[in-house]
């Protein structure tokens, strides 16, 4: 597993599956968050079996599926409320932690700097630049061109 730490609260990864699980509790992770849906490839483990697994490692887990390059609002929102519920820290995963950097950033648009959130991305190894509109544009999906703030 490749963990990358975005803040106290969230770090993301690619893929897991049900067997890293016990080492994430180890690892002091408390929260999961799936960002990947089932089927987006054969080889990944369906969300029942990661939360079955989860489960029985005594951690809390939720099904926030993105389909890579379709995010709504409501996904931000369901994400955003995730991260409020579930006890941290917290791990999101997807194909390669990407979305859920992508879902961190938009969820944190209305609560810190455009600056921070690029600078913590960028830190983790994801360069969030692409999307710096829609966080200034406070993570709308709406296509408005938005003036960029930091």
Known sequence: MDIKKIDNTLSVSAQIRAEDIPALKDQGFRGIICNRPDGESADQPAFKTMETAATTAGLEIRYVPIINGQVRD?????????????????????????????????????????????????????????????????????????????
């Open 74 to 150: 409501e996904d931000i929102a369901l994400f955003d409320h995730s991260l409020r519920d579930l006890p941290g820290p917290i791990l999101a995963y997807c194909r390669s932690g990407t979305r859920s950097a992508m879902l961190w950033s938009l969820s944190q648009a209305r609560c810190r700097p455009l600056h921070e959130i690029l600078a913590a991305t960028k830190a983790a190894g994801y360069d969030m630049s692409g999307i710096a509109r829609q966080i200034a544009n406070h993570a709308s999906t709406d296509k408005k061109d938005a003036k960029i703030i930091s």
